[in-house]
């Protein structure tokens, strides 16, 4: 049904939750980057703040978690080796802060190969083979797709307000 009642911290104004409906439960709305009224959700608002945003003096935006992956925020832990190269959230803030954004991003990496071709020679039809190996050496062909990411399923995400 729609009605969570008290399940943990999904009672807690702010929280996001995981949702396996394609429908708003009542006391939750969509995490889509909506611009929301500060007055209509003043618990809201006293909790995110502006974090995600705002259009106006009036109004601020919720999170927008469609399509994304969530990160723990690192709050100084030192785990994110780009935590100072986070963007925007959406008011200007970058840094270590609740909200900021990164860009996907795959490991800077390489893949040396050497390759040996080994040749077999018959000798006459004896069944006796000689072998010789030309070496070669250079880095691999792309390969992949579109991005770097997990395996995964959909679901949507919802703020308690």
Same mark, same amino acid.
């Given at each position: 049904?729609? %009605?969570?009642?008290?399940?943990? *911290? ?45 259009? %106006? ?6 999170? %927008? ?22 963007? %925007? ?14 860009? *996907? ?11 040996? *071709? ?11 083979? *000689? ?31």
């Amino acid at each position: 049904g729609s %009605d969570w009642g008290s399940i943990g *911290s999904a009672t807690l104004t702010g929280s996001i939750v995981a949702y396996t409906a394609n429908t708003l439960p009542s006391g939750y709305l969509e995490c889509d980057g909506a611009s929301i009224s500060r007055t209509d959700f003043a618990a809201l608002f006293a909790v995110i703040s502006d974090d995600f945003g705002s259009v %106006d003096g009036s109004t601020f935006n919720l999170p %927008d978690l469609r399509g994304e992956f969530i990160r723990g925020w690192d709050h100084g832990a030192t785990n994110d080796p780009d935590v100072l190269d986070r963007t %925007d959230r959406g008011d200007g803030v970058t840094d270590d802060r609740i909200g900021t954004k990164q860009a *996907s991003e795959l490991k800077s990496h390489t893949h040396a190969h050497h390759l040996q *071709s080994i040749r077999c020679l018959n000798n006459n039809g004896t069944g006796i083979f *000689s072998i010789a190996a030309d070496a070669t050496s250079g880095t691999t062909q792309a390969t992949g797709g579109n991005e770097t990411r997990p395996r995964n399923v959909y679901m949507m995400y919802l703020i308690k307000y």
